[in-house]
C-alpha cells in the first residue's frame, strides 16, 4: 500500500523537490498551503507536479487548521519545511519568525501528539543554529550559538522536536541541513541573488528593482563562507531519515566551504564575466550578526542514511545560471 506525506511549506524550495522525489516513490503527497493575495504554487508548477499533489488550507500558527490537515490526510510521515525562512527578514519581523518557524514547530508536534501520533516526523533544521561557530566543523555533537531571530526559532523547534521525541515517543527527526539552493531558490538568497544579476548583465536586461538595464551588483559581506549543496539531492536525505529504524539528528552538508566572494567568481566566469567589474560591496546588505563561516560534517549522513552530495558547487551555480539565463531570456522576448 502506497504511504502518505503531508508536507508543510509544500510551496517552497523544498517542498516542491521533496513533492517530486515522493511522488516519485509512490506517496500520496498533501501539502499544507498558506493563504497568500497571489498564487503560490509556481515551484510546483516548474517541476509537473502540482496537479499530482493535493492541497489542503491550513497555517503553521493555526494549530487549528494543522489538525483539521492531518485528520483529513492521516499522513505517515509529516515533513515540516515551513517557515520564515530568510535570515535577514527575521530582523525586521522576529515576532512572525519567532511564531512561524518556532511555536509552527511545535503547534506541528502537539497536534500530532494529540491525533496522529504514529506519524514519523521530519524537523527542518538548519546550519544557523551553529552561528557563531564552537567548533571548525561542525557535525550533531557540536554545540549551538545562533545568530539571528531565525536561529534562535530554529533552534526551539530542534529542541521541541528532540523532547517530543523523549517525552512521549514520537519519532521526531532533525535534519540540520546546511545552505542547499537550486534553480527554485527563493530571489532574496545570495545565490540566486547572484545567478539573477549575471543573467541580467549578460543579457542586457533590466534590473529587478526597475532602475534601468542592470549594470553592476550590490552584495553585502562577501567574505561570508558558506557550505552550499543541492536541493535536489538534499531532500532525499530528509525521506531517508524517516526510513530508519530508531529517530535521530543528522548533519546533512557537502563539507566544503566557499566564500560569497568565490561563488561569484564561478557564477560570472560561466558567462565569460569578471566579477570584480560588476560586484559592488554594499553596507546596506550587512547584517546586524554575521554568520561568517558554516562548514558541515556529513559523516553521519553518510554512515547511517547512505547519504552523499551528489552535485558540486560549479554544478549548482552553473545550472542556477543557466536557468536563469532562460527565464530573463523570455522575459525581455
Ligand atoms: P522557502 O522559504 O523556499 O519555503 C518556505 C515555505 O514555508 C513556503 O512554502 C512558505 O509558504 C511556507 N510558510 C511560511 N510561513 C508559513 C506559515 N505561517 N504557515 C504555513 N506555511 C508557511 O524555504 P526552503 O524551501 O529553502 O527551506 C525549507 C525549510 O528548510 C525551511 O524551514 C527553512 O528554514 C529550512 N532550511 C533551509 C535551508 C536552505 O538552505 N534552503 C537550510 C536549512 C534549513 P509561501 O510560499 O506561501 O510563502
Ligand atoms: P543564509 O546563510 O541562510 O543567511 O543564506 P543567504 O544566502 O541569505 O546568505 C548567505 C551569506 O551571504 C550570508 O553570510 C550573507 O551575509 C552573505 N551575503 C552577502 N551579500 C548578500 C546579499 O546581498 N544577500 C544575501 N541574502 N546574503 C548576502
Known amino acids: 500500500m502506497s504511504k502518505t506525506a503531508l508536507i508543510t511549506g509544500i510551496t517552497g524550495q523544498d517542498g516542491a523537490y521533496l ?28 517541476l509537473g507536479v502540482l496537479d499530482k499533489v493535493h492541497l489542503i488550507d491550513g497555517d503553521l500558527t493555526d494549530i487549528a487548521s494543522i489538525v483539521r490537515a492531518l485528520l483529513a490526510c492521516k499522513p505517515d510521515e509529516v515533513y ?16 512572525l519568525t519567532a511564531n512561524a518557524t518556532g511555536l509552527g514547530a511545535l503547534n506541528i508536534l502537539e497536534a500530532i501528539r494529540q491525533v496522529r501520533p504514529e506519524a514519523k516526523f521530519y524537523q527542518a533544521s538548519t546550519s544557523e543554529m551553529f552561528g557563531k561557530i564552537q567548533e571548525p566543523v561542525q557535525s550533531e555533537r557540536t554545540p549551538f550559538y545562533p545568530r539571528s531571530p531565525y536561529g534562535v526559532a530554529k533552534l526551539f523547534a530542534h529542541w ?22 537550486s534553480p527554485l531558490r527563493g530571489i532574496e538568497f545570495v545565490t540566486r541573488k547572484v545567478t539573477d544579476a549575471v ?9 529587478r528593482d526597475g532602475d534601468g538595464v542592470q549594470k553592476d551588483l550590490h552584495l553585502g559581506n562577501i567574505d561570508a563562507k558558506r557550505d552550499w549543496g543541492f536541493a535536489g539531492d ?15 539528528t543528522y548533519v546533512v552538508a557537502t563539507g566544503r566551504t566557499t566564500t560569497v566572494r568565490d561563488m561569484c567568481r564561478i557564477a560570472f566566469e560561466h558567462v565569460g564575466l569578471d566579477y570584480e567589474k560588476y560586484v559592488v560591496v554594499d ?28 552535485t558540486t558547487l560549479e554544478q549548482l551555480i552553473t545550472m542556477m545560471v543557466d ?8 522575459e525581455i522576448a
Open 234 to 248: 538534499y531532500v532525499e536525505a530528509m525521506w531517508a531519515m524517516l526510513q530508519q529504524p530508531e529517530p535521530d
Open 19 to 46: 513533492s517530486r522525489f515522493l511522488l516519485s516513490k509512490g506517496y500520496e503527497v498533501y501539502g499544507l498551503l498558506a493563504r497568500r493575495s497571489t498564487p503560490t504554487t509556481w515551484r510546483l508548477q516548474h
Open 199 to 207: 543573467a541580467r548583465i549578460k543579457l542586457g536586461a533590466p534590473s
Open 80 to 95: 515540516n519545511l515551513g517557515a520564515q525562512s530568510f535570515v535577514a527578514t527575521s530582523w525586521a519581523q522576529p515576532i
Open 160 to 181: 521541541s522536536t528532540i523532547n517530543y521525541r523523549e517525552s512521549f515517543g514520537l519519532f521526531g527527526c532533525s535534519g540540520i541541513l546546511f545552505n542547499h539552493e
Open 283 to 310: 553596507p546596506k546588505f550587512y547584517r546586524p550578526a554575521e554568520v561568517d563561516i558554516l562548514l558541515g560534517n556529513p559523516a553521519k549522513a553518510k554512515e547511517k542514511l547512505g547519504w552523499e552530495a551528489k
Open 323 to 330: 536557468a536563469d539565463l532562460e527565464r530573463v531570456k523570455r
